[in-house]
């Protein structure tokens, strides 16, 4: 498994930037009020990147024997997926535009608190 831990970290990378180019751009057709919003690509697209994402990210930790329990790193991402999960939906679903906007700024630092983890490999993120 060693052998692919820098495809599969690479491939993580990749589709961490992807979700995060895919999220902007939904976010701002959201916030325009454009109904380009509704394209089926625009809604399949993002759910296949970030399951990808998720499986990488599972297949890294496999492959590098970490585990949540051990590394608190590792267990603040996953915490953090969930809410940039939830600040995502919010920030394309919420009725007002400010809700929107707010949400999807905290969906930006929540996903930048992610890169900082996983750079540092601790739950202080860019603190560290
Ligand atoms: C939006 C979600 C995510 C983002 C933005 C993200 C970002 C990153 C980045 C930038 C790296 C490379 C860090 C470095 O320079 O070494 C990385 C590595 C890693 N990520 Fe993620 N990740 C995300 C989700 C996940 C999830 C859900 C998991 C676990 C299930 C995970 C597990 C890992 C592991 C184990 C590494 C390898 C660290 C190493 O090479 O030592 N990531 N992630």
Known sequence: MIAYYPMLKHLHMTLAMVSLLLFIY???????GSGRLQQKWLKVLPHINDTLLLLFGVLLAVTLQMSPGQQPWLM????????????????????GRNQ???A?????????????????KSAWSWLA
């Open 100 to 102: 929107k906007l707010i």
């Open 26 to 32: 939904r976010w701002s057709l959201a916030l325009a």
């Open 76 to 95: 603040a991402k996953l915490i953090a997926l969930v809410l940039y999960i939830g600040l995502g939906v919010m920030a394309l679903k919420r009725p």
């Open 104 to 120: 999807g700024v905290a969906a930006l630092a929540v996903f930048g608190y992610m890169v900082g983890a996983a750079m540092t």
